[in-house]
């Protein structure tokens, strides 16, 4: 089973408006990320919050992560166009060897101009 | 760039073929991942390598091997190709000292008929 699972699936919204995608993971965890994936192209890494650290921000980007409902999510303000892809969390658990991440399935986010 | 390359990029093989994709990586990194994606599953890893002739599987092992004879290569065999194993591979590093932030390369195409 996916250790994160992002919600919603697919999400379209207007350009200038933000973008709020979940995430749901099951185990203990020593930090979560978020990736970015535009169509046909290799995951790109956007953001990493550490266990110990409740928000983070970069850029128009705000995440926010609750340890003790072991969610997460990522904020996209004042969205556009471009920021139209596939946004994934992954986890780096506690209770996995290997310096591993388990990824979730995604949210297809599209920017309408 | 994390000076990672995938070959081949695209590939139709038959089943019941081997089938060898490489990843070749600038850095010298110790961590290399091989990675599959399909709808509806995310990623799920498949191998990793934490060093020279030092790889372990992940949970979509079956099917798949792989080999590190030296650093900045990692090749992942699939021993006799079938239908389920039509999928877009993703070769990944990690940097040290970066949390487990995992840099991705661009993807193979790979259709098994």
């Known amino acids: 089973s996916q250790q994160g699972e992002e919600d919603p699936q697919a999400l379209s919204i207007q350009e200038g408006e933000n973008a709020t995608m979940n995430c749901s993971y099951k185990t203990s965890i020593n930090n979560l990320q978020w990736y970015r994936q535009n169509s046909g192209r290799g995951l790109v890494h956007l953001i990493l919050i550490r266990s110990n650290e409740r928000e983070k921000h970069s850029g128009r980007l705000r995440v926010t992560l609750d340890t003790s409902k072991k969610s997460s999510s990522l904020l996209i303000t004042a969205s556009r166009a471009a920021d139209t892809a596939s946004y994934f969390c992954?986890?780096?658990?506690?209770?996995?060897?290997?310096?591993?991440?388990?990824f979730g399935e995604g949210t297809q986010l599209t920017v309408n101009p | 760039d994390a000076g990672i390359t995938q070959s081949p990029r695209h590939k139709v093989t038959e089943t019941g073929t081997p089938v060898t994709l490489r990843c070749h990586q600038t850095?010298?990194?110790?961590?290399m991942y091989w990675y599959r994606q399909d709808p509806g599953h995310g990623l799920r890893l498949i191998h990793y390598s934490y060093g020279v002739k030092d790889t372990d599987k992940g949970e979509v092992s079956d099917g798949y091997s792989v080999s590190r004879s030296k650093t900045e290569d990692f090749l992942l065999t699939l021993e006799s190709a079938t239908s389920s194993q039509t999928s877009v591979y993703f070769c990944a590093i990690a940097r040290p000292g970066s949390g487990n932030t995992i840099y991705f390369g661009e993807g193979s195409w790979l259709t098994v008929v």
């Open positions: 850095e010298n990194h110790r961590y």
């Open positions: 992954a986890t780096d658990s506690l209770e996995t060897s290997g310096s591993r991440l388990t």
